[in-house]
């Protein structure tokens, strides 16, 4: 009986362990709770995108067998969830665009098709160019009560079949108003 | 018997040691640490606080209530508190409304600001419907600057019917602040 007690007692600790460590990354709950009606709700979600439809591994592609220059749109379907407001947004060129014409891409991210609401049309087409949000222009987006689609739209200066390298990130912020409300389940 | 109680003792100690392992590493990177430490001298600081009030003062499980016994229509103004400690800068605020507040054909507008009847962090609108949202409109942020001080944060509600004729409406006040006091104590300079 008392080898049961202490067995108890063991397997009680060890579990108030575990329970301390599932929280360390903060990696089971999606809205980490830090105390009392108090949440960590900015989140950061990361997309990214190629400019070779063949073999590309990343999560979207332009295509590049079409023999145009007109703008190619992408649509990051639902990624800010309903009541959130997106705070900050950055494109980054990860792999220099490469064409057998010009090497110029402009870029520019909304919340509609071909829309530039979070971001205004840039050029970004060398490895580590960024376009981001300006100084004294956040939130980018205010909250509404539905989830909405992230575009990213790209143009090029030359033929889409003309271009052989290109890779960007899209980097979008916001703060989950919803999630809080969900959690806290009011 | 004697290598009995030597054997659960250890046993107990290597267990208690466990736990107490366990639980300090449960602030260390998020759960219920104040303020999340994520490498040198880096922290997660920005913080989201949620308040809940409600039309009925009678029965209302919410933070705050109005006053539904007024029998007028003046516009009345709670204190949630000193939610925003000091140091914090304020990014953004939102009022949902998660219950629609029955006034027949009138209206329920709200403000939120950091002063008794202030409108210092979203400006007066109408919000009585279920999912309707008062928020920070796109580059209005940050919505107040870091004070030395902790700062309340009060909600008006302003119906355009006597509060006793309502009989529903909750909401919730979404604050979102940097916590900078919080990763100086957390650094202990």
Redesign the interface.
């Known amino acids: 009986m008392k080898?049961l007690l202490?067995a108890i007692?063991?397997l009680g600790?060890?579990a108030?362990?575990?329970?301390?460590?599932?929280?360390?990354?903060?990696g089971v709950d999606s809205t980490?709770?830090?105390?009392t009606?108090?949440?960590?709700?900015?989140k950061t979600v990361i997309k990214t995108f190629s400019a070779v439809t063949a073999g590309s591994v990343d999560d979207y592609q332009f295509d590049n067998t079409v023999a145009n220059i007109t703008e190619q749109t992408r649509e990051i379907a639902s990624i800010i969830p309903a009541?959130a407001?997106i705070?900050s947004a950055q494109v980054r060129c990860i792999e220099t665009l490469v064409s057998s014409g010009v090497d110029v891409m402009a870029i520019d991210v909304g919340t509609s098709d071909g829309g530039a609401e979070i971001l205004a049309t840039a050029d970004t087409d060398t490895a580590n160019d960024i376009n981001a949000t300006g100084a004294?222009?956040?939130?980018?987006?205010?909250?509404?009560?539905a989830a909405r689609s992230v575009w990213v739209n790209a143009t090029p200066d030359a033929n889409w079949d003309t271009l052989s390298a290109g890779r960007w990130v899209v980097i979008v912020t916001y703060?989950d108003?919803g999630a809080?409300?969900t959690e806290?389940s009011? | 018997m004697k290598r009995t109680i030597i054997f659960?003792l250890i046993?107990?100690v290597l267990?208690?040691v466990?736990?107490v392992?366990?639980?300090?590493?449960?602030g260390?990177?998020?759960?219920?640490?104040?303020?999340?430490r994520i490498g040198k001298d880096t922290y997660?600081a920005?913080?989201?606080?949620?308040?809940?009030i409600s039309v009925d003062d009678d029965a209302s499980?919410?933070?705050f209530q109005f006053d539904d016994d007024a029998a007028d229509m003046n516009a009345q103004d709670v204190d949630l508190g000193a939610?925003v400690p000091a140091w914090a800068e304020i990014?953004?605020a939102?009022v949902?409304c998660?219950f629609t507040a029955t006034a027949g054909r009138n209206t329920v507008s709200i403000t939120l600001g950091t002063t008794e009847t202030g409108n210092e962090l979203l400006a007066q609108a109408e919000n009585f419907t279920v999912?309707?949202?008062t928020?920070?409109?796109?580059?209005?942020?940050p919505e107040a600057t870091s004070t030395a001080a902790a700062k309340n944060v009060w909600i008006q509600a302003d119906p355009s019917i006597n509060w006793n004729a309502l009989d529903a409406g909750?909401w919730?006040i979404?604050v979102?602040y940097i916590d900078y006091g919080a990763v100086y104590t957390a650094d202990v300079p």
Do not use: C
Not at chain 2, 28 to 36: F, L, P, V
């Open positions: 080898r202490l007692l063991f600790l060890v108030i362990s575990v329970d301390g460590q599932r929280e360390r990354y903060a980490p709770k830090l105390g009606d108090v949440y960590a709700a900015m009541y407001e705070v004294g222009d956040g939130p980018e987006v205010v909250a509404t009560n703060l108003n809080v409300f806290e009011p | 659960w046993f107990v267990a208690v466990i736990a392992h366990g639980k300090s590493q449960q260390r990177y998020g759960g219920k640490s104040s303020t999340t997660l920005t913080k989201t606080v949620i308040k809940t499980t919410d933070d939610i990014l953004s939102q949902r998660f999912n309707v949202i928020a920070t409109p796109a580059g209005d942020g909750r919730a979404e979102t």
